[in-house]
Each structure stands twice: as structure tokens, then as C-alpha cells.
């Protein structure tokens, strides 16, 4: 192998990237587009949940439980109801997603120190929303009869008072996590995508013929057309995580050349994953579909990124494994929010020079020089 021919080889990639428009878009325009569009659609935040309103006491306390509920930022009133069975009908009909009903007496009860019951019915449809809904509101009534309720001075106060802190994401905020993870997603299918058009590229444009002429090894040629590939798939990280801090706020905790290192190894094998599917099916239409398959769902849905990797089933569990993005989603969660560094990411470093290994592996076994 010549560094001369690599060199030359990647310069020549490198000017076929740059007359071809429609790969410069795909490499520069869309991972940032995707970012953006999956960081503010991707949520598990919920607010302004549509609320309804039957208050049979119309006291103050029932105005102030009213207004606690508004003023939370979680829910939005839409609907007030003179009886019950509207209360049925506007759940029936989806105007609301939650109805609070409150009893008559209520002030009265919760003055005496009798018991006030609340009625909160939820639409569970959406079990998530419903789900989440329902612990607000639950969070919303208990802190409103705490602060509500008359101070009795024979009750003794409880033993243990607990007082919960949350690490790394202090706010709760979904884009928080998401964000990261989005990262990884993104750029297994994205350099995967790129890749995936090299070879085939050749084949179709009959440019294979010129190339096997030339006394280029076929390792030569893999890493060279790989060295400009990997300069954009560093140059949209870059461009990702800048969107990330600045864009969404997220917070950048740990070392910039630790992220770039393992980002670099992750980019290797999904690079090599990309061309070894370029050099298996030699159709630019096919290499596309192929590598959209091998990378969007696999990453997408196995990685970490959305669903908990220990509530899986077993065997899904045991497939995860073999799931590049798991180990660099978890890279970059560790990274942007823990701050963590090379004592605790050494594992996935590991399986990440194991994926590159493979990539690079696979793509020098199926790219052939010969003509048929």
C-alpha cells in the first residue's frame, strides 16, 4: 500500500463529491435538517394538556385548586360544565384530555379536615399522555391540600421528610436526552447513506472500467474514497452538536476530543458498513434502500435511543449488542450530560474499534476490481 495512491484516490472522490450536488446536500443539509426536525418533534415533555372544569362548590378553594392546575404550565382549561353528564360527552368527543371534578362542600371538608374527593377522569387513549397527565395531577392535588389544609398541632410531623435531587438533567427536559442520542441515529444512517453511493457510483457511470486499468490495490481504494467521507461525517457532527448546545440548549459536559476520537471510530465502521453495501449490490438505487434498512431501524429502535435497553425482551437485549449505535449513543449521552470520560466509556470504545474493524473488513471482501 502507497500513501501516494491512497492520497490520490481520496483527491479523486473528493472532486466527484464536489460536481455532484445532490451528495453535498445529502452530507451537509440534511443531518442538520434532521436534527432540528426530530429535536422539536421528538418529545416526551407534555404540556397545555386540554383540561375541563365542573366545580359544584364555586368557593375559593375550589377557584384556588382551579388556578393551581392552570398555573403549573402542564395544563390549559378549555372547557367548563354545569353538570356531569357534559363531562361524559366532552371526553367522548376529545375536547379534553383530563376532567376535574370538584364536589360541593369541598371548601367546607377541607376546612374541617374531613375528606374532600376529587374526580379526575383521564382519556386513555393515549396511555402515555394519560399517564403522565395523571401524575401531574396527582403532584398538583397533594401539594394544594399540603398548603390548603389547617395545621392540626397535636399531628406529629413524619419522622423522615425525603428530598429528591436529579443529576445530569436537572430540569427534566426531554430535549435533554434526546438531543444526544439524535446524534448517533443520525449519523449511522447519514454516513452509511454516503458511503453507500461510492462504488456503486462507479459501476453505473462505467468509471469501474478506468479504475481497474489503474495498478491501485483495492485496500487503496477503499481508504482513500473513506478519507473524504470521514472529514464530512466529523464536519456534521460538529455541525450537530453545535445545533444541539446552541439550537436547544443542551448542555456540553465532558472533553470535545474525547467525543471526536470515538466519534472518528464510529465513522470507520458505519463508512465501511455503508461501502461494503455499495460494493455488494452495485446499483446506486439499491445501496440506498439497503443501507436505509441496515441503519435507520436497527439504530433507531435498538439503540437506547427511545426504549430503555433493560425493559426489552431478552433476545432483543442480546441484539442490541450487535447495534453500533448503542454503543455511541451512549457515548454521546455520557459525554453531553455526565461529562464522563475514557474510565467509563472504555467498553464502548472497544466495541466501536471492533465495528470499525468489521466495516473496513467486509468492504475490502466485497469490492472487487475485476470486470465480469
Given at each position: 500500500?502507497?500513501?501516494?495512491?491512497?492520497?490520490?484516490?481520496?483527491?479523486?472522490?473528493?472532486?466527484?463529491?464536489?460536481?455532484?450536488?445532490?451528495?453535498?446536500?445529502?452530507?451537509?443539509?440534511?443531518?442538520?435538517?434532521?436534527?432540528?426536525?426530530?429535536?422539536?418533534?421528538?418529545?416526551?415533555?407534555?404540556?397545555?394538556?386540554?383540561?375541563g372544569?365542573?366545580?359544584?362548590?364555586?368557593?375559593?378553594?375550589?377557584?384556588?385548586?382551579?388556578?393551581?392546575?392552570?398555573?403549573?404550565?402542564?395544563?390549559?382549561?378549555?372547557?367548563?360544565?354545569?353538570?356531569?353528564?357534559?363531562?361524559?360527552?366532552?371526553?367522548?368527543?376529545?375536547?379534553?384530555?383530563?376532567?376535574?371534578?370538584?364536589?360541593?362542600?369541598?371548601?367546607?371538608?377541607?376546612?374541617?379536615?374531613?375528606?374532600?374527593?376529587?374526580?379526575?377522569?383521564?382519556?386513555?387513549?393515549?396511555?402515555?399522555?394519560?399517564?403522565?397527565?395523571?401524575?401531574?395531577?396527582?403532584?398538583?392535588?397533594?401539594?394544594?391540600?399540603?398548603?390548603?389544609?389547617?395545621?392540626?398541632?397535636?399531628?406529629?410531623?413524619?419522622?423522615?421528610?425525603?428530598?429528591?435531587?436529579?443529576?445530569?438533567?436537572?430540569?427534566?427536559?426531554?430535549?435533554?436526552?434526546?438531543?444526544?442520542?439524535?446524534?448517533?441515529v443520525?449519523?449511522?444512517i447519514?454516513?452509511?447513506?454516503?458511503?453507500?453511493?461510492?462504488?456503486?457510483?462507479e459501476w453505473?457511470?462505467?468509471?469501474?472500467?478506468?479504475?481497474a486499468?489503474t495498478?491501485v490495490?483495492?485496500?487503496?481504494?477503499?481508504?482513500?474514497?473513506?478519507?473524504?467521507?470521514?472529514?464530512?461525517?466529523?464536519?456534521?457532527?460538529a455541525?450537530?452538536?453545535?445545533?444541539?448546545?446552541?439550537?436547544?440548549?443542551?448542555?456540553?459536559?465532558?472533553?470535545?476530543?474525547?467525543?471526536?476520537?470515538?466519534?472518528?471510530?464510529?465513522?470507520?465502521?458505519?463508512?465501511?458498513?455503508g461501502?461494503?453495501?455499495?460494493?455488494?449490490?452495485?446499483?446506486?438505487?439499491?445501496?440506498?434502500?439497503?443501507?436505509?434498512?441496515?441503519?435507520?431501524?436497527?439504530?433507531?429502535?435498538?439503540?437506547?435511543?427511545?426504549?430503555?435497553?433493560?425493559?426489552?425482551?431478552?433476545?432483543?437485549?442480546?441484539?442490541?449488542?450487535?447495534?453500533?449505535?448503542?454503543?455511541?449513543?451512549?457515548?454521546?449521552?455520557?459525554?453531553?450530560?455526565?461529562?464522563?470520560g475514557?474510565?467509563?466509556?472504555?467498553?464502548?470504545?472497544?466495541?466501536?474499534?471492533?465495528?470499525?474493524?468489521?466495516?473496513?473488513?467486509?468492504?475490502?471482501?466485497?469490492?472487487?476490481?475485476?470486470?465480469?
Open positions: 500500500m502507497k500513501l501516494q495512491r491512497v492520497t490520490a484516490m481520496a483527491r479523486k472522490e473528493a472532486i466527484q463529491l464536489r460536481r455532484d450536488p445532490r451528495s453535498l446536500a445529502l452530507a451537509f443539509i440534511l443531518p442538520f435538517a434532521l436534527i432540528i426536525f426530530f429535536g422539536y418533534a421528538i418529545t416526551f415533555d407534555v404540556r397545555n394538556i386540554e383540561l372544569i365542573l366545580d359544584q362548590d364555586q368557593s375559593t378553594a375550589s377557584r384556588a385548586l382551579i388556578q393551581a392546575f392552570e398555573s403549573s404550565g402542564y395544563f390549559q382549561v378549555v372547557e367548563s360544565y354545569a353538570r356531569r353528564g357534559e363531562v361524559d360527552v366532552s371526553l367522548e368527543r376529545g375536547a379534553v384530555r383530563l376532567a376535574l371534578t370538584i364536589p360541593p362542600d369541598f371548601q367546607a371538608d377541607l376546612m374541617t379536615g374531613r375528606d374532600a374527593p376529587i374526580r379526575v377522569v383521564l382519556d386513555g387513549s393515549d396511555a402515555n399522555t394519560a399517564t403522565i397527565a395523571q401524575n401531574y395531577a396527582t403532584a398538583i392535588i397533594d401539594r394544594f391540600t399540603i398548603t390548603q389544609s389547617p395545621t392540626d398541632p397535636n399531628r406529629l410531623s413524619p419522622p423522615i421528610t425525603p428530598e429528591s435531587r436529579v443529576w445530569y438533567n436537572e430540569t427534566l427536559e426531554s430535549q435533554n436526552t434526546i438531543v444526544p442520542g439524535l446524534v448517533a443520525i449519523m449511522s447519514i454516513a452509511a447513506m454516503l458511503t453507500a453511493l461510492t462504488i456503486a457510483r453505473e457511470r462505467g468509471t469501474m472500467e478506468q479504475l486499468a495498478p490495490g483495492r485496500a487503496e481504494v477503499i481508504l482513500g474514497k473513506l478519507i473524504p467521507y470521514i472529514g464530512i461525517g466529523l464536519a456534521d457532527v455541525l450537530a452538536v453545535g445545533a444541539g448546545i446552541v439550537v436547544f440548549g443542551v448542555p456540553f459536559r465532558g472533553s470535545l476530543l474525547l467525543l471526536t476520537v470515538l466519534t472518528l471510530l464510529f465513522l470507520v465502521g458505519a463508512l465501511g458498513l461501502m461494503f453495501i455499495s460494493a455488494a449490490v452495485k446499483s446506486q438505487v439499491l445501496a440506498t434502500q439497503a443501507a436505509i434498512l441496515a441503519t435507520y431501524l436497527p439504530a433507531l429502535l435498538l439503540s437506547g435511543f427511545i426504549f430503555s435497553i433493560a425493559t426489552m425482551p431478552t433476545v432483543l437485549q442480546g441484539l442490541t449488542y450487535v447495534i453500533p449505535a448503542r454503543y455511541y449513543v451512549s457515548v454521546t449521552k455520557g459525554v453531553f450530560l455526565k461529562g464522563v475514557v474510565d467509563e466509556l472504555w467498553p464502548n470504545a472497544i466495541a466501536m474499534i471492533l465495528f470499525a474493524a468489521v466495516g473496513l473488513g467486509l468492504a475490502l471482501r466485497a469490492f472487487r476490481k475485476e470486470i465480469a
